[in-house]
């Protein structure tokens, strides 16, 4: 190695102290002296802009939900008027907060099962090498390749009875958590199961390897071990199962018949009033007739669970793994 | 270590078992193979069920002719019929806006489709990637900001579709005189294909850079934050620390995310049905659903194949990452 | 019974062949050190026993089974990775008692042997410590904290004391020893430190390309390598080696001459052997008066001095200073290593009369690296 | 597929709620305001003469018509036993009736009630509930729904207008008189809007809007309106024809100023806003109801709306839409004069109820054709009655708001125009609705677009 | 212009002080080696000196510039990690290659770098490996790689070569040191190995507990050390300690007596002080003969014997066996280690009369530690 070729490369400790330095030339030195409030400029800048254009439509929709209905016309920056009793109409209206409960428990069933099934595969396609693997891989992938609408029919069939098969009908499943959670696994596993084959995939061998050792199975390990260090990873799958159940219409509204209970009690008891959220906010909505404040109003209050969920989830992202010591 | 203990010891076990440690021994011992083939059973029975069967169901009905004057739901056997007339475009009249016509590619399915997603992922990447990356930093108010990141993607179409169809109804939202006023929109824009195109697309962006951005931070949150120490010290600058670790690192997620974008974007259906039409902007699952609800279930099965294909080959672009990447 | 049997294992990446045809068997309760240059396969060899890899054929015994085919957890051992790996979700107390929770102990018996553990490894009070506040020599302790608290049919060890000081080292050797003792547990340990397994060991593994050089007691690797890599590997520094030739006057070489009776040295005149000699068997000539059988006297020149403190090695020129080896090459054919007492007052540059041991003198055959013979008799 | 029954669900079996031993309870699929009155629907059906122990459960569907259509179709195809009661639009009702997935009434109601039904219904309502080419009733009309003109009355009368003498709410006005009407008050200072319609890509453009354009310039989608209902492919496709193509020529001068609809009359430009070419119903409310528009076209419930005291009370005006062509100047029949477009529901009975249920239903559905129930309704919902006299009893004209405009709704009514709903009319409907919006928006000129949907429409129509 | 200056540096995790108030004046080109028991606040130090972590308070200085609060990149510097940490996702020859890649040399430089540092640490022939399919070992040699392509002001090496077999330490200790020489760069250095420390260094820094102990070049540490704790720190096996008292007929321990001067020891009579001796200046009476200074005959037996090869570790015991200290107790004041020829016949239970060298005894104060005096005149 020879000595000389270091040198041409770090030229920034030699560079003299001109006398005539204009404010830009002066802010750029100092920039890159010290690129830190550059960067940290740079980081308040992106953070603000995403800030904005996220919560915008939201500050939007808290003007639609405190404009009375009938001043909807030419709403500007700010509501038309000051309504928050919306607010408490959304709960007049309908029993809103029963469709919300009901979404939140088919999204807790679904992201509970989706996780447990999808971390089986994510640790068989993330961490196993094994004949075959490309093609199932493929094979679950394909599955999202289609529009719901094409399971639709078929599903509907199997969850009334009508599928026969050596002379045992399908089980009744149609208006029960089932008939909507079924197909939610199916349809939002896929996206899990990539997730955490790649998080998965990218645990250490020798944290497994040590598991295993102190006397876990491999699935012990999986579950002790790789499914806590990808954390980030599961929270993710989860939380993105959660939302996307937790706003399903397609299913949810086809494979119910729309009932709710009448009590938030009557939820356990019940076997068949499964109408969901959405089902709940497009109630707002009149045959001719939108009633936008109570839509937005029911939207944002639906939206809060999530927005706890996201809170809660993302805590445990931070408090499992914040220092990525992910390190052998 | 004494020895006293009774508690039950190590050693190697064998012989006396219970039923259930001798099937999980049974499990421990497969192969490689064996074992991972065991482990997809619950993921691979569940989506044969509930996603492979129907469609097998769906791919029987594309062969068979429309069926509208009957209960039943799809009429005599066809054989390919359904796909010929599809692809030579003799379907078109039926359909919404015609399947494939480069005259009027903002009127056709498979233009506007692959329009949309191109454009929609393109900025959903860029976007999701920078709101990761600052999530991704420590600063007060992490927290909220990632509540805030995240909320869009916990909105439900309706309600998205809903804000968005607002903010550009002239009468109501305050955007379109601005936009039309500097020539971007027509006064229309919401019957307008171009405009509404884009409104589509940016109501997309917004809902789902979220989506995006919560695989990417998972992924850089499951960086080890000593491979920084060690670039830093070996002189990265933050780009080059960026370019050379954080990004080969999440890639993988990148790669997923995007994946599952993709397909998403190419099914997009809802979002255009709340903001505009499937009219004014027609895509491929649009024609899927509209043929569906029209009852035509051998050509809307058809299409849903067709789609599922087209989406195949454009992914495939993906999976030959994937598979390069070594995940597959 | 905890003995350890490994029958023409062999365990290939691809093209590399990490275990190359081992056969290992190591009686229950003994401790064995395997040592061997960086890539020979010791942590594969661990590695397939534990089960965490299987081999590519050949057979692993433990404790009378066949264990080729069974999982990590049935096969009763516990062991300390050489990448430390711990459980990086988890505190000290966790990461410890991970076993043991697995097995359903009482919480009071798990909290006592996770105490006692921490106390061997001198880790108490750093119980709810997570893994990335602690230093590199903390985490290690940790990890063999987790081995220790169970009482497995064996311990693997794949470098446990790689990342402590030497004192603590010489305290978590005779910890290890203790247990050993105690649990009557078989040992199979993994280390680069002479000293660790010179006084640890039953019998030393030479491993070297995958292959099993020797299998032997510390002190009969040491005066008898098995053949020349053996020999090199084992002691530090390392043996000097010299190439010679058997003549009618016995062993010559191009800077000496010894004496020698190939007959009963069991090589023939003709015969090319290469000569070892450890360094502590070199001998400034005055100073090898009580030396029985001392060697025909060799002129050198004193190269590099390295002071150690409780001695010095000296680095000896055998033809003068215009033959100074190039730094790298790396046991010169005309480089002599002596080690001497930190009193002595050698310095750089000197010309020196130095003798060998002949009575610690090993013969190695130059083409296969056999050993010939350890130790010439006569003058 | 066989039936997995139904019998472990709570309705459409005996229970024995609060001791009144075996009370029927019947499930009826209706929307959510319905639901919402459920015990006021079940009070007035036993008013109205329902035995006390038929009690109905009201599922709240989708206000969203067609989300409604798609889970009724779900739940016939899937020959599901419940709900036994469904509550169907008017405009989708007969598709179900074509694929046999509806009762047919004709065999379960007592004659005098059916004779009742076709005979004093509204003809354009019975008849989207029969089997077409047939007289077989497959649904007992809930009620109707019939859009009018709504517009400023203070205002009019303001621009020197005279409503009320020239009776503007029964002898609807020519669309050139009306272009004037409007055109002259939009000129006073505070509205910036004159009529407003919906003319988005919608199914409201091609059953309603549109409909009403054509039919009121004597044209039709397929010739006399006998061929309304079919039969597909064995009937003239008509929308290529002066009549139709004046009405968009029409339609476009009040939207855009620069163009020339070369009619003959007098049409006064510029009197919509082009929104109106995204708008669907409630969109084109907000401005009327905020007093910036003059006239609005639209259905009853606005006129709930915009005739409460606290927006224009007294001063809605309500007529019915204007025409261009008196029926005796058209060539199809059904054609010409002040038509309305019509909407509505029906209730229609499963096929595959047990037939306890169904017996119960038929009590029912018998219950609900009475005027009591019918004015009940009208009362609690504002449904409007489904049968013209009931309109004009004092007890209708005694509701709040709407019911000052009895009078107009019953002219609405009886020129009331079903779209041509058969099996394919939803795919019809779609290139209807693009061809017109492209027309109107000047994208394409009349003809070309109508041409082009004349082409569409045969494509369609010979494909089944 | 590599100098390395820390001034009062201290750093902090919560109630830990890893690091306090260091001090430390590292010469341009010197090669500095800290030691210090696991925990002590080695890997903190080179830290805070490379920038990735903030001290507490203080200030680091290197070559002249005040670099407290520059970024890593900007301090010229390139380092080894204890924990290895390659980049996973980067073959052998990426890994190496990385720091020259940052800066934009040409390729056919890398590449000769590249080839360069591959055969001083052997990695020759591996280039395009992934990090997870080698061993530690060869990991570690990669690290040691990606950290000499450079040529930075300082070298920062914590632990190079732990995971490294004797032989090839010895190589790559031959190489570091070539390397230092060549480039003249400062060379901050971490071990547990003693004879690395010892032949590396120019000076050896010893922490304990986050403070600077002693920074000496080896031989006066390990002649000379400023208090107990080096001196038993330094030197392996440990030196031994015997309490002792001054009096007016010398140093009287429990065991044995010796007569000395307090003034030139520096003590004053009814001193209680430590006394140290190393294990290699205590000869059995008969062999020291030719010892300048021996110190009285002390009667011992001996215990256990630990032969590591080239020397013999006898440990004994001054009270008789009655008195075997529990296996645990350190250092306990009834045992005295003793090193000895491996020819030597000496075997367990052996009754034994020893001396120690008084020329190489150490006092220490009790209280404080530090030394008082090393070696005593007189007789
Ligand atoms: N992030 C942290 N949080 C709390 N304590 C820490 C943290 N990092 C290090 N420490 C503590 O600081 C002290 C010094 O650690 P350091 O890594 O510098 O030790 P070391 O001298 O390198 O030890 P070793 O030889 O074991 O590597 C140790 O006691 C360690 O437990
Ligand atoms: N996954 C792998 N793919 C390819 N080669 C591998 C893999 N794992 C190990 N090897 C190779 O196998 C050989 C043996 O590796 P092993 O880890 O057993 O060495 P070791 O004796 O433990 O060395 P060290 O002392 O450096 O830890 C090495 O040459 C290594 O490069
Ligand atoms: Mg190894
Ligand atoms: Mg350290």
């Known amino acids: 190695m020879s000595a000389s070729a270091d040198t041409p490369l770090d030229t920034e400790e030699e560079e003299e102290e001109g006398p005539r330095r204009n404010v830009l030339q002066r802010w750029t030195r100092r920039a890159i002296e010290n690129p830190g409030n550059v960067y940290r400029a740079m980081f308040y800048v992106a953070a603000a802009f995403f800030m904005v254009t996220t919560l915008f439509p939201f500050y939007w929709l808290l003007v639609l939900a405190l404009t009375p209905n009938r001043f909807i016309y030419h709403v500007g920056l700010l509501p038309n008027g000051f309504n928050p009793a919306a607010f408490i109409e959304v709960f007049q209206v309908l029993p809103f907060h029963i469709y919300v409960a009901n979404s939140l428990i088919l999204a807790i069933g679904t992201t509970v099962i989706v996780l447990l099934i999808a971390s089986l595969a994510g640790y068989v396609f993330g961490r196993l090498e094994f004949p075959g693997r490309a093609p199932l891989m493929l094979g679950v992938l394909a599955i999202s390749y289609f529009p719901p609408a094409a399971f639709l029919l078929p599903l509907f069939s199997l969850f009334n009875g009508n599928i026969v098969l050596f002379g045992v009908s399908s089980p009744e499943l149609y208006n029960t958590p089932w008939a909507m959670m079924l197909p939610f696994t199916a349809l939002f596993m896929p996206l899990s199961i990539f997730i955490l084959a790649t998080f998965y995939g990218q645990i250490p061998d020798g944290l497994e390897d040590a598991a295993r050792i102190e006397g876990t199975t491999r699935i012990g390990a999986l579950f002790r071990v790789i499914m806590p260090l990808s954390a980030p990873g599961v929270a993710t799958a989860g939380v993105l199962t959660f939302i996307s159940v937790y706003n399903e219409f397609f299913f949810s509204f086809l494979m119910t018949d729309g009932l709710i209970p009448a009590t938030l009690a009557g939820i356990a008891s019940s076997q068949n009033h499964w109408a969901p959220l959405v089902q709940g906010i497009i ?46 | 270590m004494s020895t006293e203990t009774d508690a039950p010891s190590d050693g190697v076990r064998q012989g006396s078992a219970g039923p259930l440690t001798l099937a999980a021994r049974r499990v421990e011992n497969l192969g490689e193979a064996g074992f991972a083939y065991l482990l997809l059973v619950p993921a691979i029975a569940i989506l044969l069920i509930i996603a492979v069967w129907p469609l097998f169901e769906t791919l029987k009905m594309s062969l068979h002719a429309d069926a509208l004057l009957t209960n039943n739901q799809v009429g005599e056997f066809v054989g390919l019929q359904n796909y010929r007339r599809l692809l030579t475009g003799e379907l078109d009249p039926l359909l919404v806006r015609p399947f494939f016509d480069l005259s009027q590619p903002f009127q056709s ?16 990447t860029i976007i999701g990637l920078g709101q990761a990356l600052v999530l991704d930093q420590d600063f007060r108010g992490r927290r909220w900001v990632r509540v805030a990141v995240i909320l869009p993607w916990a909105v439900p179409i309706v309600i998205q579709g809903m804000i968005f169809y607002l903010l550009f109804q002239p009468q109501i939202g305050f955007l379109t005189a601005p936009l039309q006023s500097i020539g971007l929109f027509s006064s229309t ?82 979002i255009i049905e709340t903001v505009s039409s499937c009219s004014t902007v027609p895509s491929l699952s649009c024609m899927v659903v509209s043929s569906f609800s029209q009852h035509r279930y051998g050509s809307a099965a058809t299409l849903a194949f067709v789609t599922a294909f087209i989406i195949a080959l454009f992914v495939s672009v993906y999976i030959i990452k994937f598979a390069d990447s070594g995940d597959l | 019974m905890g003995n350890v049997t490994l029958e023409h294992v062999t365990k290939e990446y691809g093209d590399v062949v990490a275990v190359d045809d081992m056969n290992l068997d190591i009686r229950d309760g003994e401790f064995v050190t395997l040592v061997g240059p960086s890539g020979c396969g010791k942590s594969t060899t661990l590695e397939t026993i534990a089960g965490l890899t ?8 433990i404790a009378g089974t066949d264990v ?65 506040e602690m230093s590199g020599g903390q985490r290690q302790r940790v990890a063999i904290a987790r081995a220790i608290v169970r009482e497995p049919e064996a311990f693997l060890m794949d470098e446990p004391l790689a990342n402590l000081d030497a004192k603590l080292r010489v305290h978590m050797r005779t910890e290890l020893q203790r247990l050993h003792k105690e649990l009557d547990t078989t040992i199979i340990y993994v280390t680069h430190d002479q000293a660790e397994a010179m006084t640890m060991s039953d019998r030393i593994a030479i491993i070297d390309g995958g292959e099993l050089q020797q299998i032997d007691p510390p002190l009969v690797c040491y005066n008898e390598p098995a053949n020349e890599f053996v020999a090199g590997f084992i002691g530090s520094p390392s043996m000097n080696f010299l190439d010679a030739e058997v003549t009618a006057d016995g062993l010559v070489s191009e800077h000496f001459t010894l004496a020698v009776d190939p007959e009963g040295a069991g090589v023939s005149v003709g015969d090319r052997v290469r000569a070892g000699i450890r360094p502590e068997d070199v001998y400034p000539a005055e100073e090898a008066a009580d030396l029985d059988r001392p060697s025909t006297e060799i002129e050198v020149t004193t190269d590099v001095l390295e002071p150690m403190g409780d001695e010095i090695f000296v680095y000896l020129l055998l033809g ?60 | 597929g066989g039936n997995g029954g139904e019998g472990s669900t709570t309705t459409g079996t005996t229970t024995s709620s609060g001791g009144s031993g075996g009370t029927t309870t019947i499930q009826f699929a209706a929307d959510s305001r319905a639901a919402d009155n459920e015990d006021a629907i079940n009070e007035a059906l036993h008013n109205a003469g329902l035995s006390q122990d038929i009690e109905v459960s009201i599922l709240a569907g989708s206000q969203v018509t067609d989300n409604r259509q ?89 621009a020197g207008y005279n409503p009320e003498s020239e009776n503007w709410a029964t002898e609807s006005m020519k669309w050139d008189e009306f272009s004037h009407v409007v055109s002259d008050t939009m000129d006073s200072p505070d509205v910036d809007m004159g009529y407003n319609f919906q003319a988005s890509v919608y199914e409201g453009l091609s059953c309603c809007d549109f409909n009403e354009w054509l039919t009121s310039w004597g044209g039709a989608y397929f010739g006399d309106h006998d061929n309304l209902f079919g039969p597909i492919g064995d009937r003239p496709i008509t929308v290529e024809e002066e009549p139709v193509v004046n009405s968009l020529k029409m339609v476009r001068s009040f939207l855009d100023d620069d163009f020339d609809p070369g009619l003959e009359g007098d049409y006064a430009g510029k009197i919509s806003p082009d929104s109106c070419l995204q708008w669907v119903e409630d969109d084109s409310l907000a401005p009327f109801q905020n007093g910036n528009a003059v006239a609005l076209r639209n259905w009853p419930y606005s006129i709930n709306i915009c005739g409460a005291d606290d927006v224009f009370g007294e001063d809605l005006g309500v007529m019915p839409i204007p025409y261009a062509k008196e029926p005796s100047e058209t060539k199809y029949d059904g054609t010409g004069g002040p038509v309305s477009a019509l909407g509505g529901w029906h209730v229609t009975m499963n096929p595959n109820a047990p037939e306890a249920n169904k017996d119960a239903a038929v009590e029912i559905i018998q219950a609900m054709a009475t005027e009591s129930f019918a004015l009940d309704m009208f009362g609690i919902i504002g449904w409007i009655p489904p049968v013209p006299e009931h309109l004009t009893t004092d007890r209708a004209k005694s509701v709040d708001v709407i019911g000052r405009y009895t009078e107009q709704l019953k002219v609405a ?38 041409s082009s949907l004349k082409q569409s429409l045969e494509a369609i129509e010979s494909s089944v």
């Open chain 1, 283 to 328: 109630q707002y909505q009149g045959q001719y007739q939108k009633f936008y404040n109570l839509m937005a109003a029911a939207s944002i209050v639906g939206v809060l669970p999530v927005a706890i969920l996201v809170v809660v989830a993302q805590e445990k992202i931070v408090s499992g793994l914040t220092q990525g010591a992910l390190k052998e």
């Open chain 2, 109 to 124: 399915a498979l233009t506007v489709t692959l329009l949309f997603t191109v454009v929609s992922v393109f900025f959903e």
């Open chain 2, 189 to 270: 824009p919401l019957s307008n294909s171009v405009d509404s195109f884009i409104i589509v697309t940016v109501a997309d962006v917004w809902k789902t850079s979220a989506f995006m951005a919560l695989i990417i931070l998972a992924g850089l949150q499951s960086i080890d934050r000593q491979l920084y120490d060690v670039a830093k010290v070996a002189g990265a600058s933050k780009w080059q620390q960026f370019k050379l670790i954080t990004f080969p690192l999440v890639l993988p997620s990148i790669i997923v995310a995007m994946l599952f974008r993709t397909i998403a974007a190419m099914r997009v259906y809802g």
């Open chain 3, 54 to 61: 299987k081999p590519t054929s050949g057979t692993i015994d």
């Open chain 3, 68 to 132: 080729t085919m069974l999982p990590p957890k049935d096969r009763g051992i516990s062991m300390v990775f050489q990448n430390i790996a711990l459980f990086p979700h988890m505190d000290v107390y966790d990461n410890i008692s991970f076993g043991l929770r697995l097995r359903d102990y009482p919480k009071d018996e798990i909290d006592r042997r996770v105490e006692r553990a921490a106390e061997i490894v001198q880790l108490e009070g750093m119980m709810d410590r997570m893994p990335d």
């Open chain 3, 320 to 379: 003068g200073t215009e033959e100074r080896p190039s730094m790298d090459a790396e046991s010169s054919a005309n480089q002599l290593l002596m080690s001497v007492d930190p009193d002595s007052d050698i310095s750089e540059d000197d010309e020196l009369t130095v003798v060998l041991d002949r009575s610690k003198l090993h013969l190695f055959d130059v083409e296969t690296g056999e050993a010939i013979t350890h130790g010439l008799g006569g003058r």
């Open chain 4, 70 to 158: 798609q889970q009724y179709t779900q739940w016939l195809s899937a020959n599901r036993s419940q709900p036994t009661l469904l509550m169907m639009d008017s405009g989708w009702t007969i598709p179900f009736i074509v694929r046999g997935q509806l009762q047919k009434l004709d065999d379960v109601l007592p004659s005098d009630l059916l004779s009742h039904v076709k005979d004093d219904y509204y003809q354009a309502s019975v008849a989207t509930a029969q089997a077409p080419q047939t007289d077989a009733l497959y649904g007992v009309p809930l009620f109707p729904d019939f859009p009018t003109m709504q517009y400023r009355k203070d205002l009019v009368e303001d």
């Open chain 4, 413 to 450: 009514g009886e020129n009331a125009v079903p779209r041509p709903v058969t099996a394919v009319w939803p795919q019809e409907s779609t290139k209807v609705s693009q061809e017109a919006n492209a027309a109107l928006s000047g994208e394409k000129s009349a003809e070309n677009a109508m």
